[in-house]
T-cell receptor
């Protein structure tokens, strides 16, 4: 069964460093998402991406964040200058052709630890 | 704005007992509703979804949920708990007039006692 994959599974970085989290969505999907889950808190929407552009972003997704689909298969989340409060589990998700009803399939997540 | 409230951050049941996880939503337009399960150190897996068809929705692993518009609820049930059901369960809402982003509840951790 097709699945969403994410790398790395765990990333440790120093505050102020740039990190890139990578995701490979399911191949025929058109909608892509990033969510994060701070330890002990709910899963929060960060950004959605469709047709090579951001379709929606949350208040969390400020100028320090960016997303890219560089080669038609990978979908990346970049944090330019990490803060302690960016420590969280980051989930990538993808969805098929129906923007309303299709299921979002989630990857296993990348645990980001900012020291 | 839409929101999701899950009553009870932690629910404990005995093996074989009924599982009931509560979810209430707030939405000004007809919502689509989802239940996801997260096993330790894994991603989120869809259990079931409501997308304006039948109000009683059956999902994987014997779970089902009923959409009740009058109560703005979408509670998850399973008649008989199994040890393997121990996990974190998330209720989520998405709106048809948005790009499909999911708004999640706080999650309910289900423990199953032998």
């Amino acid at each position: 069964e097709p699945e969403v994959t994410q790398t790395p599974s765990h990333q440790v970085t120093q505050m102020g460093q740039e990190v890139i989290l990578r995701c490979v969505p399911i191949s025929n999907h058109l909608y892509f998402y990033w969510y994060r889950q701070i330890l002990g808190q709910k899963v929060e929407f960060l950004v959605s991406f469709y047709n090579n552009e951001i379709s929606e972003k949350s208040e969390i997704f400020d100028d320090q964040f960016s997303v890219e689909r560089p080669d038609g298969s990978n979908f990346t989340l970049k944090i330019r200058s990490t803060k302690l409060e960016d420590s969280a589990m980051y989930f990538c998700a993808s969805k098929g052709t129906d923007s309303r009803t299709d299921t979002q399939y989630f990857g296993p997540g990348t645990r980001l630890t900012v020291l | 704005a839409q929101s999701v409230t899950q009553l009870g951050s932690h629910v404990s049941v005995s093996e074989g007992a009924l599982v009931l996880l509560r979810c209430n939503y707030s939405s000004s337009v007809p919502p689509y509703l989802f239940w996801y399960v997260q096993y330790p150190n894994q991603g989120l897996q869809l259990l079931l979804k409501y997308t304006s068809a039948a109000t009683l929705v059956k999902g994987i692993n014997g779970f089902e949920a009923e959409f009740k518009k009058s109560e703005t609820s979408f509670h998850l049930t399973k008649p008989s708990a199994h040890m393997s059901d121990a996990a974190e369960y998330f209720c989520a809402v998405s709106l048809y007039n948005q790009g499909g982003k999911l708004i999640f509840g706080q999650g309910t951790e289900l423990s199953v006692k032998p």
